[in-house]
């Protein structure tokens, strides 16, 4: 999958340091409008890193929306559809696909037009000494499986405001604070460029996502869990111990078994190792092994 990202003419930010500590009197928020019901998310916060800007709000039941555009520094104005990947998961979502702002059918040889890009996206105000962004955005969003034959949704009215950001290309001490996720995926290092981690409810989910080529991986554990090794099932998670995935593009790889390592969850930040085995979902009998897994991302 390819994304055709455009720059736009929008307004520079200076860069601030990470270590610098943000006023945490400003209240944050994400909304949404979802075929007509709203959509308020529990938890939300925003990172930049290797060239990538991403923005999620998640709420209860790991019902979220992700938002992903190419940059490396923050830019006030209106971006067109084609420089932003916006997806909404479900919380009912047994095989974790979700809604995108484009339509798959519209997709030839795995290649993806920038004309077919849906919605509006606008970044309105950026403040540089909490480090904060706000904004507003739309779309209508398409299962990302054509396949399963399920209905467009509209998210419309869509609005952050206040949403704690982490500039990582800025971090003054390079390897030691900076949020990361990698592992091996067949013997081949990838470093997943947004790394997130998000506690709601009760259980904590771990997160990397590449955008060209698209890639995510996610660990999804109890919120409270402590340093240890535990086993990665398929159905595991949601008070029901580990259970993780893999996709690549509209391909799905579902946990067969593996193992996490929690090195260190001191409610700050999760440090952990992990490898795991998955099966493509559309054919079990082709697996992928995942290795080499490593992880230490702030918690919000």
Same mark, same amino acid.
């Given at each position: 999958? $390819? ?33 007509? @019901? ?5 938890? #939300? ?19 979220? =929306?992700?938002?992903?555009? @190419? ?46 890009? @849906?919605?509006?996206? $606008?970044?309105?105000? =950026?403040?540089? +000494? ?79 996502? /590449? +955008? ?26 949601? /008070? ?13 790889? +579902? ?9 260190? /969850?001191?409610? /700050? ?7 795991? #085995? ?5 054919? @079990? ?16």
């Amino acid at each position: 999958m $390819t994304l055709g990202f455009v720059s736009c003419d929008t307004e520079p930010v200076d860069p601030v340091f990470l270590d610098f500590v943000p006023d945490s009197e400003q209240p944050s928020s994400f909304e949404v409008t979802i075929d007509g @019901e709203l959509f308020q998310a529990t938890t #939300s916060n925003a990172s930049i890193g290797q060239g990538l800007i991403g923005i999620q709000g998640v709420g209860s039941n790991g019902k979220n =929306i992700s938002i992903v555009l @190419e940059g490396t520094t923050l830019s006030i104005g209106a971006y067109a559809p084609s420089d932003v990947l916006m997806i909404y998961q479900p919380e009912t979502n047994d095989d974790d696909l979700g809604y995108i702002n484009y339509d798959p059918d519209l997709v030839i040889g795995g290649e993806i037009p920038d004309n077919i890009y @849906e919605g509006a996206f $606008t970044i309105t105000n =950026i403040d540089t +000494v909490n480090q904060t962004i706000s904004g507003t955005f739309s779309f209508t969003g398409y299962w990302s499986n054509s396949d399963d034959e399920i209905e467009a949704v509209e998210l419309t009215n869509g609005v952050f405001t206040n949403v704690p950001y982490v500039d990582n290309n800025n971090n003054p001490n390079p390897g030691s604070d900076e949020d990361y996720i990698t592992a091996d995926v067949d013997g081949a290092e990838t470093n997943f460029i947004i790394a997130i981690a998000v506690v709601s409810g009760n259980y904590l989910t771990v997160s990397g996502q /590449n +955008v060209a080529p698209p890639k995510q991986i996610q660990l999804i554990m109890d919120a409270d869990i402590t340093p240890g090794t535990y086993d990665i099932t398929e159905d595991g998670g949601f /008070n029901n111990g580990v259970t993780g995935l893999y996709s690549e593009g509209l391909v799905l790889y +579902v946990v067969q078994s593996g193992q996490l390592t929690i090195i260190s /969850n001191d409610g /700050n930040s999760v440090k952990g190792t992990f490898a795991f #085995s998955a099966y493509k979902a559309e054919d @079990e009998s082709e697996i992928i092994e995942i290795t080499n897994g490593d992880f230490d991302i702030e918690l919000p």
